[in-house]
């Protein structure tokens, strides 16, 4: 289960540290480069088109069966999923601190960490709590297909012998417990930020 939860998390920072990067690229609302915009809005679709599974099939068959590929292939999908919600929250935001900041001459990196992700960070805190949330499904299933964790050590119990059921048993209990606790985490944690955005 612990190798699990790594998944999912180092999946969830390395896939959202991308969509970050994807989101401010692909958004007019924070002056992007025109040109680059519509190539990076389709390498977001591409990366979403792919299911985590169908990607950590095919990087097994390339690396071998460890975490490793599961752990590409949940970032890979993130990074796509997240760089799209982000860029839909960029297009939200309020134009005139960025235009300020402009007048006085600030670089496009200093308009995005002053102007943009004060606006930005709560809602992108809010995405990315949600995200890891659905990661720690994805790579409890992808253990199924040989990628380490919790989904491997379920395919091994799963049989028709004595003892198995029982084994099998005691791993979806704690499989359901572990979701639900970082649910209902997760949804507490997105309902203070999203709160704490609004007030302010």
């Known amino acids: 289960m612990l190798e699990t939860l790594n998944i999912a998390m180092v999946a969830t920072l390395l896939g959202g540290a991308v969509a970050v990067v994807l989101a401010m690229a692909s958004t007019r609302n924070v002056d992007s480069w025109g040109p680059l915009i519509p190539v990076v809005r ?14 950590a ?9 460890s975490p490793v590929p599961a752990m590409i292939a ?37 308009r995005i960490r002053f102007a943009v992700l004060p606006q930005v960070a709560p809602n992108y805190l809010s995405y990315f709590l949600l995200r890891l949330e659905i990661n720690v499904r994805a790579s409890a299933i992808l253990g199924f297909v040989g990628a380490g964790g919790i989904g491997q050590e379920l ?46």
């Open 42 to 55: 389709r390498m977001m679709d591409i990366m979403r088109a792919f299911p985590e599974l169908i990607v």
């Open 74 to 110: 949940v970032a890979f999908h993130t990074a796509g999923a997240l760089g799209k919600l982000f860029s839909e929250v960029n297009e939200n935001i309020d134009r005139r601190p960025i235009e300020g900041l402009s007048a006085c001459g600030a670089s496009w990196l200093q």
């Open 57 to 65: 099939l095919f990087l097994i068959f390339v690396l071998g069966s």
């Open 155 to 200: 395919r091994r119990t799963i049989g028709w012998g004595q003892g198995a059921g029982d084994d099998t048993a005691a791993i979806f209990v704690l499989l359901f417990l572990t979701i639900m606790v970082i649910d209902q985490l997760s949804s507490y944690l997105r309902g203070r930020l999203v709160g704490s955005g609004r007030a302010h």
